[in-house]
């Protein structure tokens, strides 16, 4: 099976095994600009580079930063790659010659530690990943929940503080607009703009504060500068609260925590075990554990590549014909 | 089929029909003292005057304010009638000689807007009850949702202020220590105590500051008293704020709002659904109604007579035996 993660920057793909390993590795770079016959273009060369034609592969998964239709495979709209009413799962499988299945990158990602990194053989879990922005999803009795219009899991714009900062979204004081990269760099500069002093050392490391991003005030805080440490210290105290909302909230088993700003400063997973152990509803807190996500940045390529197979296996189970296919071969 | 509602001070219960509607009704007071063996002899009474021996019910449903342990219908912990660790469908059923099936009393309420009311016919559904505590639960995908502990939907306790008010529970900022009935009582005697002259009027509706109800600020609010409008508004934008994050997290069609507080303030339905619209990510907010509650009191009954209903059916077609029974007829 082949897993491909369609990022804003990149294509990254894999041949994912049944046990969901990547047996060998594929990508290539893409621009902004590129439009999506380009960036499709560019994932049936990595998936080609993969299982060579005249072979080709049983079925392809893919994981796109998208709202996508339920059953489709459309994309409905995918900001950073500007895309609008793509029939992503149609195209590709014509250029393929084979199945393709489009999820959301944040679900394909849950599907990735569900069944293969730090959930696996649990049956109610949460992700939450804190990268730029801050996602997540639920599965809630064995199955990836889907809400009612397929957009379950804006785990980021849960409120923490009403009425508080404004967010990229419409929405204000949500989790993401405190404790999200891009959230933690406007921090960040709305501080140094009032205490320019403090403000000094941190802004040495970047060309100008309009420069700093989220990696630079992790790296000060690491070397001890005061600001930056206090501000990673309030970013792993919203996280906290946010994740008292959440195991409140679902009840899981576990919550499983990735992205960069936690790689960055995994002193966070502590400030939200500390919150829930003491903030939480008992039978809630004493039901759930917070782990680091185990797959890394192959989450979203092994569970794309898990829903593909998954998808198949129940096409044959409910006996419909695998697509036709001019190329022979089916590794 | 018989439901029941063990509340704080009273049991309710009714002969509810296969369409939900409650065909007799019937009840009587408790007290916080009567030990479990007095309420127990209580439910059974009340029921036996709804399906009069040798007649009994062919299954009854119990909702309780409660931790229940999932599949033995023991009840964990029941703080406001002090129970800990009650075999409450096995006592109750060998005193009816029929099934019993035990929920909790805010799930129980669920599967009555769910199957009968509000949310009769639809697959993905939150409630909101807005009392003197503020619980709910999820309808998600046709599946009411339990978590891993089966204490999912403590909705009441995500955090709309990081760092916020005290609340009942061991944490802060929940959105029931601004909105629950409690706390808009405990937030106008602080505002009383700071602002005496504009509390004047608020106070004579009561014997003293500690007298203050919910329902009286609700009543003030309602006669134009400027300290309790402005009571009631914030309490409307706590939950404006709690219905976004709802919104968000489970991308429900329904949002179902029922309760004291919201019965006596409606207008926070309209803060709620305004706030959603402007401030939710736009697939969630474009997929959901907030809409009242329509069973009202009775919620509770027709859910825990559907549970039962419900469970009966599932036994019966598993091919299970009837429990037997020294009395006859099966109404």
Not at 29 to 48: F, K, R
Not at 218 to 230: F, N, Q, S, W, Y
Not at 266 to 277: H, K, Q, V
Not at 301 to 326: F, N, Q, S, Y
Request: charged share 20%; glycine share 16%.
């Amino acid at each position: 099976m082949v897993g491909v993660d369609i990022g804003a920057t990149k294509i990254s793909a894999g041949l994912v095994g049944p046990d969901g390993r990547i047996r060998l590795h594929g990508g290539r770079s893409i621009h902004a600009n590129d439009g999506p016959t380009a960036v499709l273009a560019g994932v049936v060369d990595v998936v080609e580079r993969l299982v060579e034609p005249p072979a080709r592969p049983r079925a392809v998964g893919v994981g796109v930063a998208a709202q996508v239709e339920r059953g489709s495979g459309r994309v409905l709209y995918a900001p950073n790659l500007r895309w609008h009413d793509l029939p992503l799962a149609d195209r590709l499988g014509k250029a393929l010659g084979c199945p393709v299945t489009i999820e959301n990158d944040v679900r394909a990602a849950t599907v990735g530690e569900w069944r293969h990194g730090a959930g696996a053989g649990r049956d109610d879990l949460l992700t939450l990943w804190v990268g730029t922005g801050i996602g997540g999803s639920v599965v809630s009795g064995g199955r990836l929940l889907e809400g009612s219009s397929n957009a379950l899991g804006e785990i980021g714009h849960m409120v923490v503080v009403a009425g508080g900062r404004r967010c990229h979204c419409p929405g204000r004081g949500c989790l993401e607009a405190y404790a999200g990269g891009w959230a933690i760099a406007e921090r960040a500069r709305e501080r140094i703009a009032s205490e320019p002093e403090l403000g000094r050392p941190m802004v040495g490391r970047a060309t100008s504060p309009e420069a700093l991003t989220a990696a630079i005030v992790t790296a000060a805080a690491r070397d001890g500068d005061p600001l930056a440490v206090e501000l990673m210290r309030s970013t792993s105290g919203y996280l906290a609260a946010g994740a008292v909302s959440l195991v409140n909230a679902f009840n899981p088993e576990l919550l499983v925590v990735g992205g960069g700003v936690v790689e960055g400063w995994p002193e966070a997973l502590g400030a939200m075990a500390s919150a829930i152990r003491n903030g939480c509803q008992p039978p809630a807190a004493a039901a759930v554990r917070v782990v680091p996500a185990a797959l890394g940045p192959d989450a979203v390529i092994v569970g794309a590549g898990r829903l593909a197979h998954d998808r198949l296996l129940g096409a044959e189970r409910a006996g419909r014909p695998a697509p036709r296919t001019k190329r022979g071969g089916h590794p």
